[in-house]
């Protein structure tokens, strides 16, 4: 709900708009996500998966209203949304690594998902997108670093802790 309300809001408005609706898929691909403290990327894998259903839901609409039904091997070129839109940051290697390998499996469900949508998904292999998991202090780090130019930079995790 952080964000994802306002951009199903932003669907629904854009429903019957070709320019519309490709003025949000454009926006969500220059959204950047990052966790500071992501552990094994949960909020990541989530946010993903759920800006993905949301694109998923934006192509199925434009090709709808394009009339376009022809079907292909790469789904590739119906994507705008990847993995090196979301990053986080984590102190200890083994949740890295988890969240490495969860990403992984999380886009192909995705891409499962749009296989029975559309017919097609992204061929992945070999893999040359991938989500950034940085080891280190988010306290100490250079977060700017993280993503160059970016209009819209969401930071989420944990509630903060006291004591």
């Given at each position: ?8 809001d932003?669907?629904?408005?854009a429903w019957?708009?070709?320019?519309q609706l ?13 966790d500071p403290?992501c552990?094994?990327g949960?909020?990541?894998l989530?946010?993903?998966?759920e ?8 192509v199925?609409?434009l090709r709808?209203?394009?009339k ?7 789904g590739s ?11 986080g ?23 499962l998902?749009?296989q ?9 292999l070999p893999i040359?997108?991938?989500?950034k998991?940085?080891?280190?202090d988010?306290?100490r780090m ?13 930071i ?6 006291h004591?």
């Amino acid at each position: 709900p952080m964000f994802l309300d306002e951009l199903y809001d932003e669907l629904r408005k854009a429903w019957s708009s070709e320019l519309q609706l490709q003025n949000l898929w454009n926006r969500i691909a220059n959204m950047r996500f990052l966790d500071p403290a992501c552990g094994s990327g949960n909020f990541l894998l989530v946010a993903y998966r759920e800006i993905r259903r949301l694109e998923l839901k934006l192509v199925v609409r434009l090709r709808e209203l394009k009339k376009k039904l022809d079907y292909f091997l790469d789904g590739s070129s119906e994507l705008k949304v990847s993995q090196s839109q979301f990053a986080g940051i984590e102190l200890k290697w083994w949740p890295i690594k988890i969240a490495e390998a969860a990403m992984f499996l999380v886009d192909h469900q995705c891409n499962l998902e749009m296989q029975e949508a559309i017919g097609a998904a992204p061929v992945r292999l070999p893999i040359q997108d991938s989500a950034k998991f940085l080891h280190g202090d988010s306290l100490r780090m250079d977060w700017e670093s993280i993503f160059e130019d970016s209009a819209e930079i969401f930071i989420f995790g944990n509630p903060p802790f006291h004591g």
